[in-house]
């Protein structure tokens, strides 16, 4: 029997009250509308951004355009890649071998920014139901250092979720590192980054298609990634659903001596208990509905000898 959830929870609703925009508003010496006129601003330009002909430049330096991606973005994605993890046997298998044998579940995601993934994998275990302990402990990867504070506070959130939804079997630590995986540094620095990058999956989102062009350096850290993780890990890659992105991940995973998995395609929509109107005021304040549907590619990679 499935745990019932409350209504829009992939997403902690302490990231979205009023009390955070209003000292955002304050900060930048301005009033709470328009603080939330520049927010319904960003999910548009954002949106145009996302569907151009280069390589998006969306602001996250910006806390209210943050606040717009967490808004509009975020709790639909973290369902696409659940569903996937649902789908996915390959990954199930791969996470149960993992749980019954070291208890400690390591994943690594990739452009994550908030957490989208965190909460994705959080929501995945916490429907399983387990009854043996597990320690997911999670790295998230992004070049926007000023995600951390979300982070942080989301994994905070999501492990009382889980506590007091009747799974204290699972347990979340980890942390944030601040990389631009498609950086001449972090190649040239890769050795020198702690923790070592030997997790059990490893997950990027979107992350080529906002590189969007000139691969070179991501392409060669992906090949440093797959180099030090261990034989048969396991690597997710979502994308939107155009051919150019799919062919991406497939030369990728072939220099990486990457196994793919079929190529998969997820189009659905939010949950029947996760509903926008759940956002009550801030609904009204934005002017504009949060994504719900989403049409993404998606591969699972394992590497072999």
């Not at 280069?54 to 602001?59: I, R």
């Amino acid at each position: 029997m499935e745990t019932q959830r409350d209504p829009h929870l992939i997403l902690p609703q302490s990231c979205l009250n009023d009390g955070v925009h209003l000292k955002i508003a304050a900060n930048q010496h301005i009033s709470s509308k328009e603080a939330y006129s520049r927010i319904l601003e960003h999910l548009k330009q954002n949106a145009d951004l996302w569907r151009g002909p280069s390589a998006p430049n969306v602001p996250y330096g910006d806390p209210l355009c943050r606040i717009a991606y967490l808004y509009g973005i975020v709790p639909a994605n973290a369902n696409l890649v659940e569903k996937i993890f649902e789908e996915s046997q390959e990954l199930a298998d791969h996470v149960d071998e993992i749980h019954q044998s070291i208890g400690v579940l390591d994943i690594c995601a990739f452009g994550g920014g908030p957490g989208t993934e965190l909460l994705a994998v959080a929501k995945w275990l916490e429907r399983r139901q387990l009854t043996d302990p597990l320690e997911l402990n999670f790295l998230l990867v992004d070049k926007i250092n000023e995600w951390v504070g979300t982070w942080r506070g989301l994994r905070r959130e999501t492990n009382k979720r889980l506590s007091q939804s009747g799974n204290p079997s699972v347990t979340i630590s980890g942390d944030f590192l601040q990389i631009d995986v498609n950086s001449e540094s972090a190649v040239v620095n890769f050795n020198n980054w702690d923790p070592s990058f030997s997790h059990h999956i490893y997950i990027f989102s979107y992350i080529i298609s906002e590189i969007f062009s000139d691969f070179e350096y991501f392409h060669e850290f992906v090949e440093l990634v797959a180099d030090r993780a261990p034989m048969g890990a396991k690597f997710l890659f979502v994308e939107r659903a155009e051919s150019r992105w799919a062919k991406k991940i497939e030369e990728i995973s072939s220099d990486c001596n990457l196994d793919l998995s079929v190529l998969g395609r997820a189009t659905s929509n939010m949950d029947s208990d996760e509903q926008s109107s759940t956002l009550g005021q801030m609904l009204t304040n934005v002017g504009r509905n949060p994504r719900t549907t989403w049409d993404a590619y998606w591969y699972v990679g394992t590497k072999v000898p």
